[in-house]
């Protein structure tokens, strides 16, 4: 070996290049056993990738086959949500137009019922009117009746008193200006004159000269001029007695006011009652021309309610004085006279002492009758 060591320095260089080709081949081996080993780390790695993203693949495969599954069974339950939504909207629609077709019918009804109404009310109106028209009517009959009865009354009474073998024991009728009239049958007059002027007394039992032409006998018409002189047993009306004068006797529960007699009734009646009531009273319903009247009625008459003796019932919103005097004062409540339900023709004074137009068919505690003071 020692020989080999120290060979010949000639054969060196030969033996490097030799050693040298050995270490670049070992090198070449060594990059080309690396580049092996990095290839197969990295094939490894793409297996283990591959393996990897095959398994993830599947597991992607099994989440989106199950997510179908649910999404697919939450499509079904849309649809079927949606099917339920279109059938519950299908009846709702129908239930829409039930109640449309309903509210049709209703209104229909409403529609039959507001004529039916309105010609109920007009009906009722009619009915009320005819009503209140033939009430007025009979009020009227009524009236005029009462008045021919009374002038008949008056008639007979004073043909009584002027026919010999009869003894007069009546009184006179409580209205004296009243003129009678005789039916067509028996044509005849009678006239009833009071002397323009008066005595300054006047005796307790009072004479009044009525001179007439009547027929003692029916159906025989006999004229017969006589002076008849008929008692009364109340002070009776003068018409002399007018405001101003020095007249100022009233009779027994009459007050006086201003040469004026009142009497202040308080039995309840309607208007008409009144009138007659005044009237048996030898007076008339009470007519009011001044302030001071006013007045003095209202701080006697009754709280409830009073009949005077204003009327309209011959012309609508026409009224007239028992006295015939015109309307010159009047004393109405705010609104008044209104007419209210087409029949108020008659009028009272209220508690307050303003006047109010009233049915005349209404009964009131109050009434108010005047008459003129005697001298």
């Known amino acids: 070996m020692e020989e080999h060591s120290y060979s010949d320095p000639a054969e060196f260089p030969k033996f490097s290049r030799r050693r040298r080709c050995c270490g670049q081949r070992m090198q070449l081996a060594l990059l080309g056993l690396a580049t092996v080993l990095l290839w197969a780390g990295l094939l490894t790695l793409l297996l283990f990738w591959h393996w990897d993203t095959v398994q993830n693949l599947r597991q992607l495969e099994v989440t989106a086959a199950?997510?179908?599954?649910r999404v697919s069974k939450d499509l079904e339950r849309h649809n079927g949500d949606q099917m339920a939504q279109k059938s519950q909207a299908a009846r709702v629609s129908q239930n829409m137009e039930e109640i449309r077709a309903e509210q049709e019918r209703m209104k229909a009804q409403d529609s039959e019922?507001?004529?039916n109404l309105d010609g109920l009310r007009l009906d009722l109106?009619?009915?009320?009117?005819?009503?209140?028209?033939?009430?007025h009517t009979a009020l009227r009959s009524l009236e005029r009746?009462?008045?021919?009865?009374?002038?008949?009354?008056?008639?007979?009474?004073?043909?009584?008193?002027?026919?010999?073998?009869?003894?007069?024991?009546?009184?006179?009728?409580?209205?004296?200006?009243?003129?009678?009239?005789?039916?067509?049958?028996?044509?005849?007059?009678?006239?009833?004159?009071?002397?323009?002027?008066?005595?300054?007394?006047?005796?307790?039992?009072?004479?009044?000269?009525?001179?007439?032409?009547?027929p003692t006998t029916a159906p025989a018409t006999v004229p017969t001029t006589a002076s008849a002189t008929v008692p009364t047993t109340a002070a009776?009306?003068?018409?002399?007695?007018?405001?101003?004068?020095?007249?100022?006797?009233?009779?027994?529960?009459?007050?006086?006011?201003?040469?004026?007699?009142?009497?202040f009734g308080a039995e309840p009646k309607r208007w008409i009652q009144a009138r007659f009531a005044c009237s048996k009273l030898q007076g008339q319903l009470v007519s009011i021309h001044s302030q001071e009247e006013q007045d003095f009625l209202a701080r006697h008459a009754n709280r409830k309610g009073t009949w005077i003796g204003l009327r309209d019932l011959d012309r609508e919103g026409e009224f007239i004085w028992m006295d015939k005097e015109p309307l010159n004062y009047s004393n109405w409540r705010l609104g008044e006279p209104n007419n209210g339900g087409q029949?108020?023709?008659?009028v009272m004074m209220q508690g307050s002492g303003q006047w109010n137009d009233a049915f005349c068919g209404s009964r009131l505690d109050g009434w108010v009758c005047d008459r003129l003071a005697t001298c």
């Open 125 to 135: 109106s009619n009915l009320k009117s005819l009503n209140l028209n033939e009430r």
């Open 236 to 263: 009776p009306l003068s018409l002399s007695s007018t405001p101003g004068s020095t007249c100022n006797t009233c009779p027994e529960k009459w007050v006086s006011f201003q040469r004026k007699c009142y009497y």
């Open 66 to 69: 199950r997510n179908v599954s």
């Open 343 to 346: 029949g108020e023709d008659c």
């Open 145 to 214: 009746l009462q008045q021919e009865v009374l002038k008949l009354w008056i008639e007979l009474h004073t043909s009584n008193a002027r026919t010999p073998g009869v003894t007069p024991g009546e009184t006179l009728p409580p209205i004296l200006p009243i003129i009678p009239t005789v039916p067509a049958m028996a044509p005849a007059t009678t006239l009833t004159t009071v002397p323009a002027t008066a005595p300054t007394t006047v005796p307790v039992t009072a004479t009044t000269t009525v001179p007439a032409t009547t």
């Open 113 to 115: 019922l507001s004529r």
